[in-house]
């Protein structure tokens, strides 16, 4: 089972930018797939990015996309998510999550990851 703990989050005006990093321990990191999802107050958990174990492929929430970018190093086990011209509506806690199961992305299908981290607060003022 691998475990997983993001970074990088914290408060940015609108147009701002920031990096979050997943760094993940245990399991076997290059065969997972890897996501990113957020939730705002009072609203579901919603897909923002994620990476295929192969290739690999990237996938985006319309919302984010052109926006957001989505990476992996496998040699240090880590996933990034750069997120440029930020606006309130960003604000959420971001989850980093990795779909253990070998298998094709299906993107937005939040019940195929496995594995979550804690969480980082993107906190973006207008």
């Known amino acids: 089972q691998v475990q997983l703990v993001e970074s990088g989050g914290g408060l940015v005006q609108a147009g701002g930018s920031l990096r979050l990093s997943c760094a993940a321990s245990?399991?076997?990191?290059?065969?997972?797939?890897m996501g990113w999802f957020r939730q705002a107050p009072g609203k579901e958990r919603e897909f923002v990015a994620a990476?295929?174990?192969?290739?690999?492929?990237?996938y985006y929430a319309d919302s984010v996309k052109g926006r957001f970018t989505i990476s992996r190093d496998n040699a240090k086990k880590t996933v990034h998510l750069q997120m440029n011209s930020l606006s309130p509506e960003d604000t959420a806690i971001y989850f980093c999550?990795?779909?253990?199961?070998?298998?094709?992305?299906?993107?937005?299908?939040?019940?195929?990851?496995?594995?979550w981290g804690q969480g980082t607060q993107v906190t973006v003022s207008s």
């Open positions: 990476i295929s174990w192969s290739s690999p492929s990237t």
């Open positions: 245990g399991g076997t990191f290059s065969r997972y797939n």
């Open positions: 999550a990795a779909d253990q199961q070998f298998r094709p992305v299906v993107p937005g299908r939040i019940t195929n990851f496995d594995s």
